[in-house]
């Protein structure tokens, strides 16, 4: 099913479906078929931290995150 | 001479490279983002002579921050040689930069560094695949350990005088199948490399990986950040404080005041110039007990403690533990990591910003640096001021200072105009600090410190002596009077603390530290010069960085709320 980033399921496999236009996240390596993982997800507003490809960690902030399609896989 | 750039994603490791290359030490740390600047050294490959660029590290060259517009810039310039730096144990994404540099034809040799980090991971990299697949040399190393430097330089020499035409070696000619013509889908391609050279074992984390997973949980990673902070403002006013008492201002009262006050009696007749020099207010005096004793001892406990965090990739860890709070703020939790260095000297701090992305957030950030945020010789002065009186006072400031924080960072961002860009930050490896680059690191920075602060400091000094034991301050004081006095209610000669604190922000407290203060008066002084202006040099670098307009700004705003918010204070409670 289809979802944004921001409320995905925690340790879901999840593919990204859509990204928001940001060229720093493009180059970060976060694109239309990436594969990732919500590590971690912190209250109030908090960013959340993912696994990316299993190999490297990014934490994004609400705004984006929550711009981000994913599905779960 | 020619130019030889050093490019990579952002935490690789080239300044490692750059200090081992050139022997000129560049800061590293473990978070992206500490070069923002570029730094060039010599050095000799073949005989030859080549000036080496730093270049700041750098996702992509699209040139999303100020940083990664520089090297675009460079690469753009044209030069002898690229050396692309690799994170072995985060392939698939640098192998991207690494294609996309080929659009400009310079002959480069590849490192795979960090292999050591991707071996702990479970990550084994076949180099001879991987310059195969690149059409390249590739070197393995391990940078901080110095392993690989001779073939570096082997392989460095190789590729400049290797013949520039029809090779076969797409990094050296536009028209190769994967070069300049280059149509297909770099990612695409950074995939399939990274899967034909790579191989996955077990992944074997140790105590840190596990440790850095661990301080990222919300909790209990906030209470180990909030310890992490508190433990470490401790140690750097326990030992500033035991080197202070113990040791620095027994050998300059007992040896050194003594030893200069014996040489200029005996010399000088009595009077005017023999009290500027070694007078109560003496220069022979002052210079010792303030900036050796007093400020000395905090700034190298400081560096120490502060360089230790930086290395071990903890500031990105409270970047991303705090966004929810510095969202609140109207910032992002990356701001943090600038104001963390504000906490050493807000030159280092405001440059550093660069690295954001959006140019209201570097205004913001330094506006809060300058506010509200001691530079570490400043925190050294009050720690040493504060402990003459009563250590109530030391949270009591601290709240201060945090109450004061949270008001400018609010009060900027809704006045300056622009967004902020949310948090997007990666959260590097938790790594030990290599002992010689940390080291050196220290010493670079403690020199520095230095270098930067010795003219100012002095020249605040003789200024300080020439007023006191002139008797120019007394006449100054009558003026200022109402201010000082009947407003702030500190003594009249606290006045020179407000000229001194023009050129540099420790001078505005280490004045105070030879008067005989209430404890309300020990608070407001404390609080006056926590907000008065930041220090000449800031006030270059805010008109470099940003323009005239906003130094100003920001300069009339610190004294203006110094004068008005220590005034408030001390008429309530009087």
């Known amino acids: ?73 | 001479m020619k130019r030889i750039l050093l490019i990579g994603n952002p935490n690789v490791g080239k300044s490692v490279f750059f200090t081992e290359l050139t022997g000129i030490h560049a800061m590293s740390s473990n978070y992206a983002g500490t070069t923002v600047d570029y730094m060039e050294g010599h050095f000799a490959v073949g005989g030859a002579e080549y000036t080496l660029i730093d270049v700041p590290g750098t996702y992509s060259l699209e040139a999303t921050s100020e940083a990664e517009a520089v090297a675009a810039k460079f690469l753009n310039a044209g030069a002898a040689a690229v050396i692309c730096v690799l994170d072995a144990s985060n392939l698939e994404r640098n192998l991207c930069l690494a294609l996309e540099l080929r659009k400009f034809s310079i002959p480069t040799i590849y490192i795979l560094n960090l292999t050591d980090v991707a071996e702990r991971k479970g990550i084994i990299i076949s180099a001879a695949l991987l310059a195969k697949e690149l059409d390249a040399p590739v070197v393995s190393t391990v940078a901080v350990k110095k392993q690989g430097m001779d073939e570096v330089l082997t392989k460095l020499n190789e590729i400049l005088h290797a013949p520039k035409d029809g090779c076969g070696k797409c990094a050296n000619c536009a028209n190769c199948s994967y070069g300049g013509n280059e149509n297909c889908d770099i990612y695409a391609r950074a995939k399939e490399i990274n899967n034909r050279v790579s191989k996955k074992t077990g992944a074997n984390p140790g105590f840190l990986e596990k440790l850095g997973d661990c301080m990222m949980k919300p909790f209990p990673g906030i209470f180990i950040a909030l310890f992490v902070v508190i433990f470490s403002i401790a140690v750097v006013v326990f030992f500033g404080e035991l080197m202070r008492e113990g040791v620095l201002m027994p050998i300059v009262e007992n040896f050194i005041v003594p030893f200069f006050r014996l040489i200029f009696t005996a010399a000088l007749p009595e009077g005017m110039f023999l009290n500027i020099l070694i007078g109560e207010y003496g220069v022979f005096v002052i210079s010792f007990e303030w900036i050796l004793a007093a400020i000395f001892p905090y700034v190298l406990m400081f560096y120490i403690v502060f360089g230790f965090l930086e290395d071990t990739g903890f500031l990105p860890r409270i970047s991303v533990l705090f966004d929810n709070i510095m969202r609140k703020l109207g910032l992002q939790g990356g701001s943090l990591i600038y104001m963390m260095m504000g906490f050493g000297c807000a030159v280092p701090a405001i440059i550093g910003t660069r690295a954001a992305t959006s140019r209201k957030e570097r205004i913001v950030v330094a506006a809060a640096v300058c506010f509200a945020i001691p530079c570490m010789s400043q925190t050294g002065a009050l720690i040493s001021l504060i402990s003459l009186y009563s250590w109530w006072m030391f949270p009591a400031i601290i709240l201060f200072a945090f109450i004061l924080f949270v008001t400018v960072t609010l009060i900027a961002g809704k006045f300056i105009r622009g967004n902020v860009a949310p948090l997007l930050i990666e959260v590097p490896n938790l790594l030990l600090p290599n002992p010689k680059s940390y080291g050196r690191k220290i010493f670079t920075r403690m020199k520095h410190f230095l270098h930067e602060a010795e003219v100012p400091m002095l020249l605040a000094i003789l200024l300080a002596a020439i007023l006191a034991e002139s008797g120019a301050l007394n006449v100054i004081a009558v003026y200022a009077q109402p201010i000082v006095s009947n407003w702030l209610g500190l003594p009249e000669q606290a006045v020179i603390a407000l000229i001194l604190g023009i050129i540099r922000r420790e001078m505005s407290v280490a004045p105070l530290l030879a008067l005989e203060l209430t404890h309300l008066q020990a608070f407001v002084g404390a609080a006056v010069s926590l907000m008065y202006l930041p220090c000449i040099s800031v006030f270059a670098i805010l008109t470099r960085e940003f323009k005239l307009k906003i130094a100003l700004a920001i300069s009339f705003g610190t004294i203006a709320s110094a004068i008005l918010i220590g005034g408030v204070i001390n008429q309530i409670c009087k």
Do not use: C
């Open chain 1, 1 to 73: 099913m289809s979802n944004n980033l921001y409320s995905a399921n925690k340790r879901t496999k999840l593919q990204v479906t859509s990204v928001p236009m940001n060229a720093l996240l493009e180059s970060i390596g976060i694109r239309s078929g990436t594969r990732v993982r919500v590590q971690n997800r912190y209250a109030f507003g908090g960013p959340v931290l993912l696994r990316v490809e299993d190999a490297f960690s990014v934490a994004l902030g609400k705004e984006i995150a929550t711009q981000i399609g994913v599905l779960e896989i």
